[in-house]
């Protein structure tokens, strides 16, 4: 039916409305990962937070990133910020639901202006494909080698859901699926390749394993906890440092210490593991307040109310 004859009838016409920016956005939203998939239950497990140093320390030995953090991160003079900001940013990719795909945006949105030159003399932009995805792919490999080490070795089937969700939550950052391996048979080759060609000691990375660094005193929790840290810090900095390269070498894969060429002794690798055997068998019968970060402790509460 023409416009003109459809006027005739009687009814009216009204000229569809075009949906606002925010509407559209909203309906391409990429969803997280399924509730009660791999990643729902381990990246809110507090030992989660073992693993994330390494994860940082393989994207900042990329020589690209590496100058962008240099060049544009608080990391010297806000750490323990970035990492609380970090930390949660992450938490929401899997556990935030529509606020996932808000924080994508909000992260390629501050990625946007960073850019510059490496220290080789090769200009960067934090959002170039290479880049971007390599920080996302980390990930997959860190978790697979760290849940070896603190729960229990994924199985096959596992491991294919586990890199599956990571592509959601790519699509969540804005990565496109051209720039991310496709499969776990794809993703080998390419992970093996960044190793071998790209990947070195950077000024960062020294920089996050130096145990003598003038980090700050921590500035979040608790106000007692607080002022008690702060006295206390001139004491407990150097093991702390001490404590954090550790965990960063040990939880880190082997081939990719390798490639960057950090030490890893047997004696380091036998205590990694003691404590390790510690966390299997503590963390699980935990309470949950006490297991569980606080946006996956309230997810998962949520979902059980969803369900009753």
Request: hydrophobic residues 40%; charged residues 25%; proline residues 8%.
């Amino acid at each position: 039916m023409s416009l003109a004859a459809h006027s005739a009838t009687g009814a009216p016409w009204r000229r569809p409305q075009r949906r606002s920016t925010v509407e559209r956005a909203k309906q391409a939203d990429p969803a997280p990962p399924p509730v009660g998939g791999v990643l729902w239950s381990v990246a809110g497990d507090v030992r989660s937070l073992l693993m994330l140093p390494a994860a940082l320390t393989m994207q900042v030995a990329h020589p690209a990133i590496g100058a962008g953090v240099d060049e544009h991160s608080v990391f010297r003079t806000d750490p323990w910020g970035r990492g609380e900001r970090s930390l949660r940013s992450v938490q929401l990719w899997v556990y935030g639901g529509e606020e996932a795909a808000r924080e994508g945006r909000r992260l390629r949105e501050l990625h946007r202006t960073i850019r510059g030159t490496d220290a080789h003399g090769r200009r960067y932009h934090a959002l170039t494909p290479a880049c971007y995805s390599w920080v996302h792919a980390t990930g997959f490999p860190v978790y697979r080698h760290g849940l070896r080490l603190l729960a229990r070795p994924l199985t096959g089937a596992q491991e294919r859901q586990l890199y599956a969700e990571w592509l959601r939550v790519g699509r969540v950052l804005g990565i496109h699926d051209r720039d991310m391996p496709r499969t776990i048979e794809e993703f080998w080759p390419y992970y093996r390749k960044v190793l071998a060609e790209e990947l070195e000691a950077t000024v960062v990375v020294r920089e996050l394993l130096d145990t003598d660094l003038p980090v700050p005193a921590p500035d979040r929790g608790p106000l007692p906890l607080r002022l008690a840290l702060r006295l206390l810090w001139p004491l407990l900095r150097r093991p702390f440092l001490r404590l954090r390269a550790f965990l960063t070498a040990g939880f880190m894969p082997p081939d990719a210490r390798e490639a960057i060429g950090l030490e890893w002794t047997d004696a380091q690798e036998r205590t990694l593991r003691r404590l390790c055997r510690v966390l299997r068998a503590v963390v699980p019968v935990l309470p949950e307040r006490l297991r569980y970060l606080p946006l996956a402790r309230e997810a998962r509460k949520a979902v059980r109310r969803a369900q009753r």
